[in-house]
């Protein structure tokens, strides 16, 4: 006998529209990775007595854009400190606790199909939006509560487990940053342009390289080629665009012995790693507050380009070798942790439908 009943959103759920009267200041939104994070935009005179307030158990909905994004805007808060939200998001708590748990509808929606899904349903206006009453339309099968609890359990595990290697992740992370703040302190500074030189090596030949962008997050496969992706960069080259320091596009080549990259960037390397090691002038520059002094000495011209005689004025500190060597590899263990929890992350994302999956077949076999 089928034990799945089948319901609409709108049957389970119910909107909660609590505004923040008790002087909250911690403003989020919701990204398309359906997490939670810290507005960038500026707050200081907003009225935070507009906004709604996100308590733990409570779910935020955008449908805006879903149609664009390709994505369905919705997070699960699971902390103990609430946060606010714009009054433009949909703030909702289950109301059938009888028949859904908030973790088993925050897994369902962890796939690209329910994405498609969304995207499926948005309208067809500039901003493609999913309708909050569209929303509420949408269908799930549901099994007893007593399975949800058994496969939620399963989630709750593994995110706990993730949790435990962020908070890892955020403690070597001060280390690197109160290891730097010392530094700069202590330290002697000196001119970047003492030790770095510009590299501008066009190639022309047939022999097939990497080819390579830069973001925030460094090197990135590059999204297209094009005529002017024909400069050379080596083995401990740093390429950053001019166009995006306020954004960290920066990044340091420990991959490749040899690549391509737009024209539009700019290289440069060490020329006296006795003095400075790239590992440790990597450190300094993908600190956020290097990306603030980049727009800040970018904002006086048109296009607010950061370029290679900016950078070559930049004074850093820079302490003996050895020093430079101990917080590198301290900043190493840090980078390859980062890139686990990334993975940890996606892997717990991509398990959710197989775990839905597994929830229904066991509903239909009860």
């Given amino acids: 006998m089928m034990a799945l009943t089948k319901f609409k959103l709108g049957d389970l759920i119910e909107l909660v529209d609590e505004r923040n009267s008790g002087g909250i200041k911690n403003f989020y939104g919701v990204n398309i990775n359906k997490e939670f994070m810290p507005t960038v935009a500026d707050t200081s005179n907003l009225n935070e007595k507009k906004y709604k307030v996100v308590r733990k158990n409570r779910f935020v909905f955008s449908g805006m854009q879903t149609g664009r994004d390709k994505c369905i805007r919705?997070?699960?808060?699971?902390?103990?400190?609430?946060?606010?939200?714009?009054?433009?998001?949909?703030?909702?708590?289950?109301?059938?606790?009888?028949?859904i748990l908030s973790e088993y509808l925050f897994m369902f929606f962890q796939s690209k199909e329910k994405d498609r899904l969304g995207w499926f349903f948005s309208d067809s206006s500039v901003r493609s939006n999913l309708d909050w009453n569209v929303f509420c339309d949408i269908e799930i099968q549901l099994p007893p509560i007593e399975i949800q609890k058994k496969f939620v359990a399963?989630?709750?595990?593994?995110?706990?487990?993730?949790?435990?290697?962020?908070?890892?992740?955020?403690?070597?992370?001060?280390?690197?940053?109160?290891?730097?703040?010392?530094?700069?302190?202590?330290?002697?500074?000196?001119?970047?342009?003492?030790?770095?030189?510009?590299?501008?090596?066009?190639?022309?030949?047939?022999?097939?390289?990497?080819?390579?962008?830069?973001?925030?997050?460094?090197?990135?496969?590059?999204?297209?080629?094009?005529?002017?992706?024909?400069?050379?960069?080596?083995?401990?080259?740093?390429?950053?665009?001019?166009?995006?320091?306020?954004?960290?596009?920066?990044?340091?080549n420990?991959?490749?012995?040899?690549?391509?990259?737009?024209?539009?960037?700019?290289?440069?390397?060490?020329?006296?790693?006795?003095?400075?090691?790239?590992?440790?002038?990597?450190?300094?520059v993908k600190r956020n507050e290097f990306a603030r002094f980049c727009d800040f000495i970018s904002m006086g011209s048109v296009r607010e380009i950061f370029s290679f005689s900016e950078m070559c004025e930049v004074e850093?500190?820079?302490?003996?070798?050895?020093?430079?060597?101990?917080?590198?590899?301290?900043?190493?263990?840090?980078?390859?942790?980062?890139?686990?929890?990334?993975?940890?992350?996606?892997?717990?994302?991509?398990?959710?439908?197989?775990?839905?999956?597994?929830?229904?077949?066991?509903?239909?076999?009860?």
């Fill in 254 to 284: 420990r991959t490749y012995e040899k690549g391509l990259c737009s024209t539009s960037y700019e290289i440069f390397f060490v020329t006296d790693k006795e003095k400075i090691l790239p590992e440790y002038l990597n450190l300094f």
């Fill in 316 to 366: 850093i500190p820079i302490p003996d070798i050895k020093i430079q060597k101990s917080i590198s590899e301290i900043y190493s263990v840090y980078q390859v942790r980062k890139k686990l929890a990334e993975e940890l992350k996606l892997q717990l994302k991509n398990i959710c439908p197989i775990l839905i999956k597994g929830s229904l077949n066991e509903g239909e076999r009860s």
């Fill in 74 to 99: 919705i997070s699960l808060y699971q902390d103990d400190e609430p946060i606010i939200v714009s009054p433009a998001y949909f703030t909702f708590e289950i109301s059938a606790t009888d028949k």
């Fill in 154 to 252: 399963v989630y709750n595990s593994m995110l706990a487990n993730q949790k435990i290697y962020e908070r890892g992740l955020d403690d070597l992370k001060l280390v690197c940053d109160g290891y730097i703040d010392k530094i700069k302190h202590t330290a002697k500074k000196f001119q970047l342009g003492k030790f770095i030189c510009k590299r501008n090596e066009r190639y022309f030949g047939n022999k097939k390289l990497p080819i390579c962008g830069v973001s925030r997050e460094g090197l990135i496969p590059a999204k297209k080629y094009s005529e002017a992706t024909n400069q050379i960069f080596y083995k401990d080259d740093f390429i950053f665009n001019p166009a995006r320091m306020e954004l960290n596009s920066i990044g340091l």
